[in-house]
Every structure is written in C-alpha cells, then in structure tokens.
C-alpha cells in the first residue's frame, strides 16, 4: 500500500483541499492557513525527518527513542543506523544542519 500524505509548505498542516491545476499537477489549498500551492508529497518530509534520525543516531539516542521523537518506523531507523554505521567518518562529524533544532 502507498501512502502519500501532502502537508502544508507553510504550516505543515494536512487539511488541503483541491484547488484547480497548475502544469499538470493538483493545486492545494491550505483549509487552515489559506496558503495555496502545488504540494509536492512526503518526499521532502521525508529527507528532513531522516536526517533528524541520522542527527539523533550520532548522539547515541536509542531506536525506539528516535521512533518516539520523529515517527519513523523503527525498520527505517534500523536501516538509517546500519547505513550510518557504515560510514564512521560522516558519523563522527556531526554537522549542524541549519534551521534542525533538536526539540
Ligand atoms: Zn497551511
């Protein structure tokens, strides 16, 4: 089953509706902001919640932890971890990713 979820580029809220086409792709309007655009899907989300994981991965924080803190599946944490393991030097760097504050 593919799951797509389409939050809001502006308030991340997932209450969008319908709002005409632009290019060939669905416009959405933001029911909660009134913000309007083309909102491309999880994809994006996805990049910034895995690098959180990869973030709370250095830091030592357990896997269940990490599914706690952002809602990954711990599979794709475990998957994160292996990978990231994988590569001790990028690990021990630990570079701070702007705008990602750890809440
Ligand atoms: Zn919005």
Redesign the pocket.
């Known amino acids: 089953m593919i799951q797509t979820t389409i ?7 997932t ?2 509706r319908k709002n005409g086409h632009s290019k060939g792709k669905a416009k959405y309007l ?6 309007q655009a083309v909102f491309t899907p999880a994809a994006p989300r996805k990049a910034a919640q895995y690098a959180q994981v990869e973030k709370l991965l250095v830091e030592r924080v357990s896997q269940r932890a990490i599914v706690r803190l952002t809602g990954v599946s711990r599979m794709t944490v475990a998957k994160l971890a292996k990978k990231s393991a994988g590569q001790p030097a990028l690990a021990a760097q630990a570079k701070p990713a702007p705008g990602a504050g750890v809440g």
């Open positions: 939050c809001c580029g502006k308030c991340g809220s209450a969008l933001c029911t909660a902001c009134r913000h």
